[in-house]
Structures are given as structure tokens and as C-alpha cells.
């Protein structure tokens, strides 16, 4: 999932003092924490390692990142980097005949000889824009009945991309005048760093004022002036200036930077050598949940611990292309992966098609896909979220899964705000909520989201594989799948966005196949019952 889906929730106008600022206010490590011994719903990983897996013997686990890119120089992460060690680094020659050149880390998908893709369209955005040539004479009076519900589809298209790019310059101009009267009150109130107190203390001249005085006192008692800055101000006016400019601008197509036919989903050896990219923040978050190194006593510890970290960059800061995801799922699979984490999605595909294939590969070959179940806070068993398992056949989605977020309270709080969630399309939930995690040039970052959620499911699928090597994909969904800590308690659900959408409570089991969060331990006890056989077909 790009990186701008991440800030999705926190940056409108009503965010600003709706959404809770959380910087900081869980204890690193939590999803690997244990509900009853540690008070905070994670997955139980440490509990597991003391318990079961001292002492017992492991094999390496590839996991690939399909994502945004991976610093694979971070000081969490270098030791735990894939190698491609039928390559010879930097002479240019395809040396393992894979084609793909100096392929040592993994391999870039929007990359080519001049540079590597950051910012990109949605998949929305260029779909209006193909049809806009295909139905730049048709209106509604003289539309053939063969295009006609091509013609309609097009039209909706058209109202949602004007409807978001709307929004976006709306919320642009209005976080920007929230922006500058704040930078007003802090000018007066003298103090770079305020504090709560300075904010309570501060006597507002203006209505401006009084309402930056409301805010700010409160969100400073949970986290630093600094952070909530950086966090909300400053990445919020990113945000919605990368919307109006990239994401949502008919005019901007980056793809001559890769070189390729973006039109011909079968081509494949197109892209350059550099995981990394020009944003790894996003996969290098990701990796680092599944398996940063655990013998370093440095940063965080991956939920497994004897994987190797495969880069595949498939996912800009904008919608993924299909061809793409297809090209990166097929790359990984070929070059050893037996996991694959997916932290995207979108709401709308070009070809699904492609991407079914290579759903279908993968699972031909023994490998795991995880998936993350998106941010929109929506039912998508009814909204589309691409890729997603209807219309795969049962082999495919038996190697397949797909996660919501959780918090870290076992309450009404537990189904993380902004997840996704489906009684037939998400699998499991797992922790999502402020992951601490590792970020380029050796930084960590509190981030949230079901892109944080879905690698906790993926080094748990890798820890499961690493000790248990003989259960295939299907096997090891199953034992995930079987092994939640059921949740038989009502969540809070907000019905759509903003300050005034209604709440409803509603029963957490109803909102995923399981009905619960993943737990190491218990999946690891599991799979020591099934010994290489299992009931999964």
C-alpha cells in the first residue's frame, strides 16, 4: 500500500482533532507482545520463542517485500537481506540468466535506465484518461448500445476522480490555513517546541487563535509539539500536494522514466536493479516488522528470526500498475521466495486478469501471498479492493491472506479505526496500530495501518515455515487461520468519515472469516500437531 494511503485517515480538516495523536504512546515491540502476561493484544512472539522454540533447530525463510522499496543498508536489516548469490554484483551482466541484471538485493518494477518512478497516478486517474480518448465524442444522446456500459462506467469514474481531486484541493487549502495560524500562535507564544501548557497559558487574541489553543493543548498532552508538527502539518500538506499534482492529475504520467510498453501487460524484463527507490519508508517499515534482526540488541525484532528480506519494488507513491504487481509476484516466486507480503491495494484495476495469474502461479509453486485489507474503513466484501480473491479459484485462495488491524486494547477500541474489514474477503486481524518500526538511514518510526498489519501475519507465516518446513502454503494459512484468539466482544465502527458520521457497535466476529487476531503461540503449538499433514486441500 503507497505511502499517502497511510496518512489517508489523519489529514482532513475534522482529523485534525478527531483522529488521537498516538506518537510514542505504545511500547515498542507490542505486537509481539502476549494479551494476558503483557496487558496489550499482540500476538504472543516473544512468549512463543521463550516457550517453544528455545533451543530448536530452524531453516532460512525468503520473504519477499513487494512494496515501495527497502533500505538494505539499515542497520536492522543488512544482515537479514537476501542475495542473490548466482549474481555478480555491479558487472552488468545477467550472470544467472533470470533477466534481470545485477539482480543481488531483488529487483525494481518502476525503475529503468533513467532513474526509478516516485510519485504516480491512481489507477482511477488513468483509467478516465484512457477513456477520455475512447469517448471524447460520445454523450449520452448518441452512445452505441454496445458502449453503453462502458460509457456509464466511465462517467462514474469521471465524477469520483473530480469529486477526490475536489477534495483534495479543499483539504490542501484548509490544512494550510490550519498551518499558518498555527505558526502564528507559536510565533507569539515565543517557544519553537511548545508544550501543552504553553497552549493552555497562551491568551488568544483572535477566533484563529482560540481554536489553535483548543487543539493543541489537548493533542500535546499524548505526544511533542515536534511530532504532531511533523506528523500532521507537515505530512498532511504532502499529502494532499502529491493528490492534486500526481495522484489525481490527468496531465502527470512518470512512466518514460521506466522505458517499458505500460499498455503490454506481458512484458516482463523491464525495470533496474535499485530496491531501494527514491521513498523507502513504506517497504522498509514493513520489512522491518517481519524480520529485522533479532541478535543485534539494536532498534526492534522482526517476528521471525531466520529469514532473509527480498526487495521487490512494485509500489509507488500513487497506485500500483498491474502488470507490475503480476511481474513482481512471478519474480519472487522464481527467485526462492515461500512468503510474499502485499502492504497495497486500490480501489480500482486495470487488468485483474494479469494479476490472477500470477495469484494462481504462486500458488502452483508453494508460496504464500499476505495481503494487506486496506485502509478505507469498508466492507470489502461489497467494495472493491484490488487485488482480492473473487472470481480465484479455491487452490489459490487456500496460499492466500488477507489482514485487517487491530489495536492494542482488548476493547471497544480493538478493530483499528481505518481498517478494512469482510466476513468473506479478510482472513484474520492482526496489530496495525503504532508498529514501531525501521525506516531508511537507520531510523525507526511509529506508523499505523493495515500495511503494518499484514508483514506481522507474513514474519508470523515465515516463523511458521522456518520451524515447521515440511507444511505447505495452504497448511500454514490454515494454521493461522485456526489458531486465533477469538474476540466475542462488539467494536465501535464508524459509518463513513468525518466528526459526524454515526457510530455502531457491532460484533468483532462478524468482521473477518476467523473472527479473531493472530497468535504465535498459538500457531506454532498447532503446527507441531500437524507434522507435514493436515485436512487443507
Known amino acids: 500500500m503507497n505511502k499517502s494511503k497511510i496518512f489517508k485517515r489523519l489529514f482532513s480538516l475534522a482529523a485534525i482533532i478527531s483522529v488521537p495523536f498516538l506518537a510514542n504512546a505504545q511500547k515498542a515491540n507490542w505486537q509481539n507482545l502476549d494479551l494476558k502476561t503483557d496487558s496489550v493484544f499482540g500476538i504472543g512472539t516473544e512468549k512463543a520463542y521463550k516457550e517453544l522454540l528455545k533451543g530448536k533447530k530452524s531453516t532460512k525463510v525468503i520473504v519477499a517485500v513487494n512494496d515501495g522499496g527497502v533500505d538494505a543498508q539499515h542497520e536492522d536489516l543488512k544482515r537479514v537481506m537476501w542475495v542473490n548469490t548466482k549474481e555478480v554484483a ?64 466511465f462517467k462514474v469514474m469521471r465524477s469520483d476522480l473530480e469529486k ?26 515565543g517557544k ?81 536493479n535499485d530496491v531501494k527507490g527514491p521513498d523507502a519508508m513504506h517497504g522498509s517499515h514493513v520489512a522491518g516488522i517481519i524480520g529485522a534482526d533479532r541478535t543485534n540488541k539494536l532498534g526492534i525484532n522482526g517476528v521471525a528470526d531466520n529469514v532473509l528480506i527480498m526487495g521487490v519494488r512494485c509500489t509507488p507513491n500513487g497506485d500500483e500498475r498491474d502488470k507490475d504487481v503480476a511481474n513482481a509476484i512471478r519474480y519472487a516466486v522464481d527467485n526462492g521466495a515461500k512468503v510474499i507480503n502485499m502492504s497495497f491495494g486500490k480501489a480500482y484495476s486495470w487488468n485483474k486478469a494479469v494479476v490472477n495469474e500470477a495469484m494462481k502461479y504462486a500458488a502452483s509453486k508453494d508460496v504464500l501471498i499476505v495481503q494487506a485489507a486496506g485502509n478505507e474503513n469498508k466492507d470489502i466484501d461489497t467494495e472493491n479492493n484490488f487485488p482480492n480473491h ?25 478493530k483499528a479505526s481505518f481498517s478494512n474489514f469482510g466476513k468473506t474477503q479478510v482472513d484474520v486481524f492482526a496489530p496495525g496500530v503504532q508498529i514501531y518500526s525501521t525506516i531508511p538511514d537507520s531510523k525507526y518510526k511509529n506508523l499505523d495501518g493495515t500495511s503494518m498489519a499484514s508483514p506481522v501475519v507474513a514474519g508470523l507465516a515465515a516463523l511458521i515455515r522456518s520451524y515447521y518446513p515440511k507444511l505447505s502454503a495452504a497448511q500454514v494459512k490454515e494454521i493461522i487461520v485456526k489458531s486465533v484468539v477469538k474476540v466475542n466482544h462488539n467494536v465501535e465502527y464508524k459509518k463513513g468519515e468525518g466528526d459526524d458520521a454515526p457510530k455502531a457497535s457491532v460484533p468483532f466476529a462478524d468482521l473477518s472469516i476467523s473472527g479473531g487476531i493472530v497468535n504465535a503461540y498459538n500457531a506454532l503449538k498447532l503446527a507441531a500437531t500437524y507434522d507435514g499433514k493436515s485436512t487443507a486441500k
Open 90 to 153: 555491479g558487472n552488468g551482466k545477467d550472470d544467472d540468466n533470470n533477466g534481470y541484471v545485477d539482480d543481488i538485493h531483488g529487483w525494481n518494477f518502476i525503475g529503468g535506465p533513467k532513474g526509478s518512478v516516485d510519485h504516480e497516478t491512481l489507477e482511477l486517474t488513468r483509467l478516465v484518461r484512457r477513456d477520455m480518448k475512447r469517448f471524447a465524442n460520445t454523450t449520452d444522446a448518441n452512445v452505441t448500445e454496445q458502449d453503453k456500459k462502458d460509457y456509464e462506467a
Open 192 to 272: 519553537p517546541n511548545p508544550t501543552a501548557e504553553d497552549f493552555v497559558k497562551f491568551k488568544p487574541e483572535t477566533n484563529a487563535d482560540a481554536r489553535i489553543q483548543e487543539v493543541l493543548s489537548q493533542e500535546l498532552k499524548k505526544g511533542s509539539f515536534k511530532d504532531f508538527y511533523e506528523d500532521q502539518i507537515t505530512e498532511g500538506v504532502k499529502y494532499y500536494t502529491e493528490q492534486a499534482n500526481y495522484n489525481l492529475n490527468l496531465d502527470y504520467n512518470p512512466r518514460d522514466i521506466v522505458g517499458d510498453d505500460p499498455n503490454n501487460d506481458n512484458e516482463k524484463n523491464y525495470g533496474n
Open 164 to 189: 477526490q481531486l475536489g477534495e483534495a484541493n479543499a483539504n490542501l487549502a484548509g490544512l494550510a490555513g490550519f498551518k499558518n495560524a498555527l505558526d502564528a500562535v507559536v510565533k507569539k507564544i
Open 390 to 414: 473473487k472470481d480465484l479459484d479455491e487452490k489459490t485462495i487456500a496460499s492466500w491472506i488477507t489482514v485487517g488491524a487491530s489495536g492494542p486494547k482488548d476493547d471497544e477500541t480493538l
